[in-house]
């Protein structure tokens, strides 16, 4: 018996039929002798439509009252699972963030959660009760109704799960688990059983789609079991947690993550002396634009080429920004690629592990794959290449460091080995 967590996003709550499929996964847990609250995000599709409805009154709504109409979104889910709890029989009782005093700053579309009050919730857990919470929204202390940003339902089921020392958090999705790649791409991705959180920072922060970077922070900050599942299939899904046993037999990459979402700045000819790399950021940091990988090439002639990639949306104003300081800054040109990609391997096997580098560079030059810029850590290798080569370059990588799923033959035959 445990005490669980269980989130189900927009997409699992999407019609009726859906929230009656969640109610009886719901049950399903209960019948097993679990302990269940279940933190819901908003039908899909129904926070854009709240939006949409905002923008017809004004181009620029105030942050305060958008919290408050958006927020309505979860709450109309959370209603209507406990009504589909209770028709089936089981005890279930609804709660928003303001209900449970989940507490938050006061930014409004992107607050930070400071506390929860876990003793309503376990008051009525202990009751026999399903509670039923409101994802992605919050209170501040002088009562006004916050949101935490888009995904933020997945960071309130981790947050609520901390609160009250669940067993563990299960994230309900549309899709299976965690892949070692996307199966879109590379069909012959394999389902992982379990991972790090620090894999999966990387992996969500690099362009996965799985779960919220802050959703995962928080799980290992506090040390919350996360567990990706599906709404719709059965399976364990994946499991994420601390690598207890050390990395012993921790594969040497867990998977390949990729980011459309690129672009790349550089600026040649600037004088090579100290401060030109702040002389260069500085105009694009005070622009609220955020700065990825960066490469700087010193030539023999006292002069500096530097790059860096910055996000697609922020491709045109960081351009049209350097551009204006080009002459303060004695660049020869300022130029820019908004068509490439970043591809990176993600994996705590490389701790221990030589060879991995050269292994993925020497994959990427047999297929002719030209690569723009290099980023390493402790447990990642980034490449930045030109977008129109990654499918091919996410397939050879996935083949070359054996990621793919092992068919019945092969697994047969390996265990006859052994």
Known sequence: MAL???KFGGTSVGSISKIQHVAD??????EQGHDVVVVVSAMSGET???????????????PRELDVLVSTGEQVTIALLSMALIEKGHSACSYT?????????????KARIRSINSERILTDVKKGCVVVVAGFQGVTDEGHITTLG????????????AAINADECQIYTDVKGVYTTDPRIEPKARLLKKITFEEMLEMASLGSKVLQIRAVEFAGKHNVPLRVLSTFEEGEGTLINYDEEGGMEQALISGIAFNRDEAQITITGVPDKPGIAFQILGPIAKANIEVDMIVQNVAGDETTDFTFTVHRNDYDRSLEIL?????ELQAEDVSGDDTIVKVSMVGVGMRSHAGIASKMFEVLSKESIN???ISTSEIKISVIIDEKYLELAVRALHSA???????????ENSLSET
């Open 4 to 6: 669980l967590v269980q």
């Open 25 to 30: 996964k719901v049950i399903s847990a209960r």
């Open 48 to 62: 854009n439509r709240l939006i949409d409805l905002a923008k017809e009154i004004s181009t620029a709504p105030p």
């Open 97 to 109: 963030g303001t209900q449970i005093s989940l507490l938050t700053d006061d930014v409004h579309g």
């Open 150 to 161: 888009r995904g933020g339902s997945d960071t309130s089921a981790v947050a609520v799960a």
């Open 323 to 327: 551009k204006k300081h080009a002459v």
């Open 371 to 373: 690569i723009r810029m």
């Open 401 to 411: 460091f054996d990621l793919e799923e092992p068919s019945p033959q092969n697994e």
